[in-house]
């Protein structure tokens, strides 16, 4: 007889993710099938705060989900949705590896749920590069966050936020203008700016994270695409990343971004891993 329950001990989820190989990430929650005192499977969420707070509506994060079948799988993520539903979630995001099919057939049969698009992580030792960039290219300061923010907007819609049938499209430019004034005002651990003639004509922005330097956002002003901005953008902030003592640079791109990809393998990098994403919106199955 199966039963669920929420927020089980750390340990006992460890322990079930350590069988299957799976390392997860932070969560704040959970959510557990057993069978007798075995775990079947579990969810593993959080409040995306930033999200909500900035789309004013309740937002969750899937951080992970497994099961020992499909049939639990499916069970879950059924008592998920239900749960969400009648708390109030606006919508669910959900990133599952690529070659996890089975949870990709569980999360489309959800009612409303959207493919929004896919991911595509590169990660490559960090290293020098050595290139003369041609453009002034230099850490950026508080007197860079407007323009940076500004040139995040408009610089990102081949995310997911922009193939989701209930955000708008200004809705979404706010997300990346804000995402990148948090970064700047903080978040980042490095950032760096490339001007033509003073003006600001592209940016990257980086965390530390553990072991590895993450390249969190970069964009290039359009007209300056392919002129070698986003590669000394990059090459620049991976190379004062050493500072850090990392072991690995990771980025993430859309699979369908082929720009970006090739610009990443001609620096070194290569494929780590791939996801899809969904967004569920639960609050929408009555409309």
């Not at 499909?70 to 708390?87: M, V």
């Not at 959207?114 to 050595?130: A, E, T």
């Not at 003369?132 to 950026?140: D, G, M, N, S």
Request: with cysteine.
């Amino acid at each position: 007889m199966y039963r669920l329950r929420e927020n089980l001990t750390q340990d006992m989820i460890q322990a079930f993710l350590h069988q299957k190989g799976i390392q997860p990430e932070a969560y704040e929650s959970s959510l557990c099938l057993l069978e007798e005192n075995s775990l079947q499977g579990v969810i593993l969420y959080e409040n995306s705060s930033w999200e909500s707070q900035l789309f004013q509506k309740k937002i969750i994060n899937v951080k992970l989900a497994a099961a020992n079948s499909t049939g639990q799988l499916k069970r879950l993520f059924q008592e998920f949705y239900a749960s969400r539903r009648a708390d109030g979630t606006d919508f669910i995001f959900i990133k599952i590896p690529a070659e996890d099919v089975g949870a990709m057939q569980v999360v489309q049969q959800l009612p409303t749920a959207c493919f929004v698009g896919s991911l595509f992580k590169l990660v490559s030792p960090v290293r020098v590069y050595n290139s003369a960039p041609p453009f002034e290219i230099t850490e950026a300061g508080p007197g860079d966050t407007e323009a940076i923010s500004r040139l995040a907007r408009d610089a990102f819609t081949k995310s997911r936020y922009y193939q989701d049938p209930h955000l708008s499209y200004e809705s979404a430019n706010r997300l990346f203008e804000e995402w990148a004034r948090n970064n700047a005002e903080g978040r980042a651990s490095l950032q760096f700016a490339a001007k033509y003639k003073g003006e600001t004509v592209g940016f990257v922005q980086g965390l530390s994270k553990g072991d590895e330097f993450v390249l969190d956002l970069m964009a290039v002003k359009p007209g300056f695409e392919g002129k070698g901005a986003g590669y000394h953008l990059a090459a620049r902030i991976i190379e004062q990343s050493l500072r850090f003592q990392h072991k690995t640079v990771s980025a993430g791109t859309q699979l369908h971004n082929v720009r970006a990809i090739r610009l990443y393998e001609r620096m070194g990098f290569k494929a780590d891993a791939s996801y899809y994403y969904y967004h569920v919106w639960p609050g929408k199955e009555a409309d």
